[in-house]
C-alpha cells in the first residue's frame, strides 16, 4: 500500500510568487492535515480537511488556503511568498479528524529567495 | 508559555544506555498522545502511540500522566540507529471540530560507538 504521497519534493520560489503543494492520503484516510515546520521546530498546524471541508486553520495568514477533493486529494495554496515561508511542508493522513494515528508524507522543502 | 514542551537536548549517550525522555503538555483537554522519530531533513515517523496504561515496544515504552500532564519515552539498550530527533505530538480538539497535533519542539538524541 502506498503512503502518503508529496509532491513536488523540492521547490525553489521567488518572493512574492504562488506556490501549489499537492498530497495524496493513505488509501481509505478521509483527513487530511497540513504542518509547516522550520529548522529547529516541530511542525505547525496549518490546515485540517475532512470530507471536502475546512475542519481547523492555525494561525496562518489569509495568504494560505488549501481544499480537499473527492478523492480526498488535498492542495496547500500560498501566495505573495515571503522568505519567511521557506520552511519543510507537511502533509498528514489520519482516518478522521482525532480518530487513530496521523501519518505524514515525505514534506515538500520550499525554498524561497 | 508553550502549548507542548520538550527539552531540545542533545541527549548524546553512548550505546546500550538507557535514556529517558519527558514531555509537558498544558492543555487538560488533550485526548491522545503520540512519540513521532524524525531523521535529519526527513518526515516525522510514528514511533508509538502512548496510552494512559502505558505501552511497550520492544526497546521502547511510553507512558502518560494525565493528573501531571506529562508523557515519558524510554528507551532501553540504545542502538546507533536510534539516532534521531524525538518529537512528542498532543492531539487537541479545538473550536468547531478541529483536531490537530501539537508538536514540541523536539529532543536530539546522538547515540555514540
Known amino acids: 500500500d502506498a503512503g502518503v504521497t508529496q509532491s513536488p519534493t523540492h521547490l525553489i520560489k521567488t518572493r512574492g510568487q504562488h506556490v501549489t503543494l499537492r498530497c495524496s492520503p493513505i488509501?481509505?484516510?478521509?483527513?487530511v492535515s497540513w504542518y509547516q515546520q522550520v529548522l529547529g521546530q516541530g511542525p505547525q498546524f496549518i490546515f485540517q480537511?475532512?470530507?471536502?471541508?475546512?475542519?481547523g486553520r492555525g494561525n496562518f495568514p489569509d495568504r494560505f488556503s488549501a481544499r480537499q477533493f473527492p478523492n480526498y486529494s488535498s492542495e496547500l495554496n500560498v501566495n505573495a511568498l515571503l522568505l519567511g515561508d521557506s520552511a519543510l511542508y507537511l502533509c498528514?493522513?489520519?482516518?478522521?479528524?482525532?480518530?487513530?494515528?496521523?501519518?505524514f508524507g515525505q514534506g515538500t522543502r520550499l525554498t524561497v529567495v | 508559555r508553550k502549548e507542548v514542551e520538550q527539552d531540545p537536548g542533545p541527549f548524546n549517550v553512548p550505546e546500550g544506555a538507557t535514556v529517558a525522555f519527558n514531555c509537558t503538555y498544558s492543555?487538560?483537554?488533550?485526548?491522545?498522545f503520540f512519540w513521532y522519530r524524525q531523521d535529519c531533513r526527513k518526515e516525522p515517523k510514528l514511533l508509538m502511540s502512548?496510552?494512559?496504561s502505558g505501552n511497550e515496544d520492544g526497546r521502547f515504552t511510553a507512558q502518560l500522566n494525565r493528573a501531571s500532564q506529562y508523557i515519558s519515552l524510554l528507551i532501553r539498550d540504545s542502538k546507533l540507529s536510534d539516532s534521531a530527533t524525538y518529537l512528542c505530538?498532543?492531539?487537541?480538539?479545538?473550536?468547531?471540530?478541529?483536531?490537530?497535533?501539537?508538536f514540541g519542539t523536539g529532543t536530539l538524541l546522538a547515540v555514540q560507538p
Open positions: 498528514a493522513s489520519s482516518l478522521e479528524p482525532g480518530r487513530g494515528e496521523a501519518f
Open positions: 488509501s481509505g484516510h478521509k483527513s
Open positions: 480537511y475532512y470530507e471536502k471541508e475546512e475542519r
Open positions: 492543555n487538560s483537554a488533550s485526548q491522545s
Open positions: 502512548v496510552y494512559s
Open positions: 505530538a498532543v492531539n487537541v480538539r479545538g473550536g468547531g471540530a478541529t483536531n490537530k497535533l501539537i
